[in-house]
């Protein structure tokens, strides 16, 4: 009789609706409900396929091909399960982040305009001892991936260390650079650490010296074991360029970019805060760059940050839910750990801090969200400006730019596609 | 027992979404202008749209696109499924239709009217491979036809394909929508690609 069990590469942790799924290989995340979630949990031992006629029969194709059930083989380490976790979330916020990103540094060796590093991630570091406590925590948690940034993490020489150990304790670690640090054994290292993506930030025209070596950071990844995209940081300096950059990026090899646009500081300075007005997009902006992305569609594999989920296309409510497309999970599906310990709902809303781990077991932070509590309101989307938006629940607008636009959390984006309403004067007068 | 939601990862590059409009009969040249001028695309009895990762068709041209002429649409989503059918507007059928709607999640029957047309949504979930052994090397081609076969026996008030569709996604609403029998060939062959993939 053929015996089938889940993969070792999956972690399974139950969640109100159901549970989740995560494959660390592939990066695949599912969200299946209760039945389901039995049913996948039902096969963390080896065991037959179900009689005829069962529903998860309906399911097993996928699972299969996806990579979360296969043959037992001679490989029977039991994959990773959270049996019980003692707070599930209440449906919309998780039981825990999917993705923590940590800011591992506020130190970088270059100085953008547009940085949004809060001027307190440069207070004491968290040391690699404290961070590998809490990747403990987070492991236990089962947080699947950490996003790992900085400042520029390749500052900190013990960053591998701590890459290799969310590894071995089966969180998937990611790194964003801005590439000029990397060199063959840095590059070598972060294979030999687990690392499963790495992405290169690129800043513009305007900053063709830390192009030159991002270019060369491109060449050594890409000819690495290294998964590599491009977070393209799309300014109002950028755009008209935007053809000739993604031609660029593609001769070189790139074939995924992720697109993101200027985002307000959390914490204004006279520069950041000069930078961000004179940079963001507008409507008017965001239609030219849809039009871009329409074009090169197929040529490159290109994402959007969270909350652009208009330039996706298709704004159908379930399409977006059944792709698990969340627009704005800030403090629902992931946080930001700073350099100094502080936790947030996410880089762009540092100042909503929830405390200190240092001070707080990071759980307890979680389950809290102290400050949080409007982006955990799962009536707060739909009282808010984007009201009426017919994928209101699943992107919800970029709450920090509706925040620096009109003082509230939860007033509309001004600067998305399907915004109601007239733009900002500052917006608007710009384009 | 269901799945929710898959989000792809870093090894998505081959992650995609496509929708296959057909045309029963060719399309007008007005009809083909206007659909060049929305999508810059036209063809007279097909288009084809493919997009990469995350990306989808824009927001408003399903609709626009099946009251413009062409007749069926097969999506295909991360092996999500949706057929939509567009028919002249009746009233009476839209009224006997409506007691078999049970789309949930995207998965199930539905129906609106845009524009003097009934839009029929037909959405299911068929691992893409299953898919080829159900329909052949081109599972879009097959849905198509076996959709346009569906469509005729609709329009002659035979509603099996809709109550397929509720046997198989309807739940708790499949008390309250009339049972049709026999089934016509084209719902069987669809009760059985759901049941069975």
Same mark, same amino acid.
């Given at each position: 009789?053929?015996?089938?069990?889940?993969?070792?590469?999956?972690?399974?942790?139950?969640?109100?609706f159901g549970?989740?799924?995560?494959?660390?290989?592939?990066?695949?995340?599912l969200e299946v409900d209760v039945e389901a979630y039995r049913f996948l949990?039902s096969?963390?031992?080896?065991?037959?396929l179900p009689p005829p006629g069962h529903p998860a029969l309906r399911l097993l194709p996928q699972l299969v091909r996806?990579?979360?059930?296969?043959?037992?083989?001679?490989?029977?380490?039991?994959?990773?399960?959270?049996?019980?976790?003692?707070?599930?979330?209440?449906?919309?916020?998780?039981?825990?982040?999917?993705?923590?990103?940590?800011?591992?540094?506020?130190?970088?060796?270059?100085?953008?305009?547009?940085?949004?590093?809060?001027?307190?991630?440069?207070?004491?570091?968290?040391?690699?001892?404290?961070?590998?406590?809490?990747?403990?925590?987070?492991?236990?948690?089962?947080?699947?991936?950490?996003?790992?940034?900085?400042?520029?993490?390749?500052?900190?020489?013990?960053?591998?260390?701590?890459?290799?150990?969310?590894?071995?304790?089966?969180?998937?670690?990611?790194?964003?650079?801005?590439?000029?640090?990397?060199?063959?054994?840095?590059?070598?290292?972060?294979?030999?650490?687990?690392?499963?993506?790495?992405?290169?930030?690129?800043?513009?025209?305007?900053?063709?010296?830390?192009?030159?070596?991002?270019?060369?950071?491109?060449?050594?990844?890409?000819?690495?074991?290294?998964?590599?995209?491009?977070?393209?940081?799309?300014?109002?300096?950028?755009?008209?360029?935007?053809?000739?950059?993604?031609?660029?990026?593609?001769?070189?090899?790139?074939?995924?970019?992720?697109?993101?646009?200027?985002?307000?500081?959390?914490?204004?300075?006279?520069?950041?805060?000069?930078?961000?007005?004179?940079?963001?997009?507008?409507?008017?902006?965001?239609?030219?760059?849809?039009?871009?992305?329409?074009?090169?569609?197929?040529?490159?594999?290109?994402?959007?940050?969270?909350?652009?989920?208009?330039?996706?296309?298709d704004?159908n409510p379930t399409s977006l839910h059944w792709?698990?497309?969340?627009?704005?999970?800030?403090?629902?599906?992931?946080?930001?750990?700073?350099?100094?310990?502080?936790?947030?709902?996410?880089?762009?809303?540092?100042?909503?801090?929830?405390?200190?781990?240092?001070?707080?077991?990071?759980?307890?932070?979680?389950?809290?969200?102290?400050?949080?509590?409007?982006?955990?309101?799962?009536?707060?989307?739909?009282?808010?400006?984007?009201?009426?938006?017919d994928?209101?629940?699943?992107?919800?607008?970029?709450?920090?730019?509706?925040?620096?636009?009109?003082?509230?959390?939860?007033?509309?984006?001004?600067?998305?596609?399907?915004?109601?309403?007239?733009?900002?004067?500052?917006?608007?007068?710009?384009? | 027992m269901r799945i929710l939601s898959i989000?792809?990862?870093?090894?998505?590059?081959?992650?995609?979404?496509s929708y296959e409009f057909f045309a029963l009969d060719?399309?007008?040249?007005?009809? +083909?202008?206007?659909?060049?001028?929305?999508? #810059? $695309?036209?063809?007279? +009895?097909?288009?084809?749209?493919?997009?990469? #990762? $995350?990306?989808?068709?824009?927001?408003?041209?399903e609709e626009?696109l099946l009251t413009?002429?062409y007749d069926i649409l097969v999506s295909e989503s991360y092996d999500w499924w949706g057929v939509q059918l567009s028919l002249p507007h009746d009233s009476t059928l839209v009224g006997r239709l409506q007691q078999y709607e049970c789309e949930s999640d995207g998965n199930g029957f539905g129906l609106k009217v845009v524009d003097e047309r009934m839009i029929l949504y037909f959405g299911m979930q068929l691992d893409y491979g299953a898919a080829y052994d159900a329909f052949g090397?081109d599972p879009f081609e097959g849905l198509a036809d076996l959709f346009e076969t569906a469509r005729g026996e609709l329009l002659a008030g035979d509603l099996s394909v809709a109550w397929a569709m509720v046997e198989t996604y309807g739940g708790y609403a499949d008390d309250e929508a009339e049972p049709v029998e026999p089934l016509s060939t084209s719902a069987r062959t669809l009760l059985n690609v759901m049941e069975n993939y």
């Amino acid at each position: 009789m053929d015996v089938w069990q889940l993969t070792q590469a999956v972690s399974l942790r139950p969640e109100t609706f159901g549970g989740m799924a995560f494959h660390h290989q592939r990066g695949v995340t599912l969200e299946v409900d209760v039945e389901a979630y039995r049913f996948l949990c039902s096969y963390r031992e080896p065991g037959p396929l179900p009689p005829p006629g069962h529903p998860a029969l309906r399911l097993l194709p996928q699972l299969v091909r996806l990579g979360f059930i296969a043959p037992a083989g001679d490989d029977r380490e039991t994959p990773r399960v959270v049996p019980d976790a003692p707070w599930l979330g209440d449906g919309l916020t998780l039981s825990a982040p999917e993705t923590v990103h940590l800011a591992i540094t506020a130190r970088c060796n270059l100085a953008c305009s547009g940085c949004y590093v809060p001027h307190f991630a440069t207070g004491a570091e968290l040391s690699a001892a404290e961070l590998c406590a809490l990747i403990d925590k987070w492991a236990r948690m089962r947080v699947f991936q950490l996003a790992v940034g900085g400042g520029e993490p390749l500052l900190r020489q013990d960053l591998f260390d701590v890459l290799a150990y969310a590894h071995e304790r089966g969180i998937v670690p990611n790194l964003t650079t801005n590439g000029t640090l990397l060199t063959p054994d840095a590059v070598r290292r972060l294979e030999g650490a687990g690392v499963a993506r790495v992405n290169l930030s690129w800043c513009g025209p305007s900053d063709g010296v830390q192009n030159q070596g991002v270019v060369r950071a491109l060449q050594l990844l890409l000819g690495s074991t290294l998964h590599v995209g491009v977070n393209l940081l799309v300014s109002r300096v950028l755009l008209p360029r935007l053809p000739q950059t993604l031609a660029r990026l593609q001769a070189l090899g790139v074939r995924q970019v992720t697109i993101l646009r200027p985002k307000p500081p959390a914490i204004p300075t006279e520069t950041n805060a000069a930078w961000y007005n004179a940079n963001r997009l507008c409507r008017t902006d965001l239609s030219r760059l849809q039009s871009v992305l329409n074009a090169w569609q197929g040529a490159l594999r290109l994402e959007v940050g969270s909350a652009l989920v208009g330039l996706m296309g298709d704004a159908n409510p379930t399409s977006l839910h059944w792709r698990g497309i969340y627009g704005c999970a800030a403090g629902r599906r992931i946080c930001t750990v700073w350099p100094d310990g502080r936790v947030s709902p996410c880089s762009f809303l540092a100042d909503l801090d929830a405390g200190n781990i240092r001070r707080i077991p990071f759980a307890e932070l979680w389950k809290r969200g102290m400050n949080w509590e409007a982006l955990r309101d799962p009536n707060s989307y739909l009282q808010s400006g984007c009201d009426g938006c017919d994928v209101a629940k699943q992107c919800g607008g970029a709450r920090c730019i509706a925040r620096y636009e009109r003082g509230d959390l939860f007033s509309g984006d001004a600067e998305c596609l399907y915004a109601k309403g007239e733009e900002s004067a500052n917006d608007g007068s710009m384009c | 027992m269901r799945i929710l939601s898959i989000r792809r990862g870093f090894e998505a590059d081959h992650s995609s979404s496509s929708y296959e409009f057909f045309a029963l009969d060719k399309l007008t040249p007005e009809q +083909r202008a206007a659909v060049q001028e929305l999508t #810059g $695309e036209s063809g007279r +009895r097909h288009l084809r749209f493919h997009y990469w #990762g $995350e990306r989808s068709i824009p927001y408003g041209w399903e609709e626009k696109l099946l009251t413009l002429g062409y007749d069926i649409l097969v999506s295909e989503s991360y092996d999500w499924w949706g057929v939509q059918l567009s028919l002249p507007h009746d009233s009476t059928l839209v009224g006997r239709l409506q007691q078999y709607e049970c789309e949930s999640d995207g998965n199930g029957f539905g129906l609106k009217v845009v524009d003097e047309r009934m839009i029929l949504y037909f959405g299911m979930q068929l691992d893409y491979g299953a898919a080829y052994d159900a329909f052949g090397e081109d599972p879009f081609e097959g849905l198509a036809d076996l959709f346009e076969t569906a469509r005729g026996e609709l329009l002659a008030g035979d509603l099996s394909v809709a109550w397929a569709m509720v046997e198989t996604y309807g739940g708790y609403a499949d008390d309250e929508a009339e049972p049709v029998e026999p089934l016509s060939t084209s719902a069987r062959t669809l009760l059985n690609v759901m049941e069975n993939y």
